[in-house]
T-cell receptor, first 113, second 108 residues
């Protein structure tokens, strides 16, 4: 089954404790991205990757890091989480950067206290 | 950059027709996509318009007018399960920009 898998689905952590949210896709897609969703603000892009070892900032990259060492994986790293990073996070993938359809993971609900 | 505006909430009754509008301002425009999201779940792709006109997929249709920088999603024969958030989105060269979403509430 074609899918984008994120882990964990729910996470509560403390300020400053480094964490990683994993994302994996099995569709051999070149393009992957991370979004955060906050009430009233919709989906905002954090980082994206057009291929292995090619990543770039989206609209709200501050406080986040990513890596793309393999085509299928695109982890999101919060080196020192803060309460304003409490949000619902989605990973998405598409065939390439020009694709009109993105496939989303099930989301990770992160709470930073 | 790109910005997309859509109403925050729309209400309708079962069996009715509802239209969700989206206006956009973009520096480079390729087309307009629509996504559905139930209760904080994964957004799912509904449709894409690259050219002006109406695209129909079952009970859902999507329309685009490039000259008016405007599009809409039309939902017919509404069902309770259509209660969800709907997002318009504009694919760019390297990014996908979303509107803030319209929450559709369908009542019996």
């Amino acid at each position: 089954e074609a899918q984008v898998t994120q882990n964990p689905r729910y996470l509560i952590t403390v300020t400053g404790k480094k964490l990683t949210v994993t994302c994996s896709q099995n569709m051999n897609h070149e393009y992957m991205s991370w979004y955060r969703q906050d009430p009233g603000l919709g989906l905002r892009q954090i980082y994206y990757s057009m291929n292995v070892e090619v990543t770039d900032k989206g609209d709200v990259p501050e406080g986040y890091k990513v890596s793309r060492k393999e085509k299928r994986n695109f982890p999101l790293i919060l080196e020192s989480p803060s309460p304003n990073q409490t949000s619902l996070y989605f990973c998405a993938s598409s065939y390439d950067q020009g694709s009109t359809e993105a496939f989303f993971g099930q989301g990770t609900r992160l709470t930073v206290v | 950059g790109q910005s997309l505006e859509q109403p925050s909430e729309v209400t309708a009754v079962e069996g009715a027709i509802v239209q969700i509008n989206c206006t956009y301002q973009t520096s480079g425009f390729y087309g307009l996509s629509w996504y559905q999201q139930h209760d904080g779940g994964a957004p799912t792709f509904l449709s894409y318009n690259a050219l002006d006109g109406l695209e129909e997929t079952g009970r859902f249709s999507s329309f685009l007018s490039r000259s008016d920088s405007y599009g809409y999603l039309l939902l017919q024969e509404l069902q309770m399960k259509d209660s969800a958030s709907y997002f318009c989105a504009a694919p760019g060269y390297s990014t996908l920009t979303f509107g803030k979403g319209t929450m559709l509430l369908v009542s019996p």
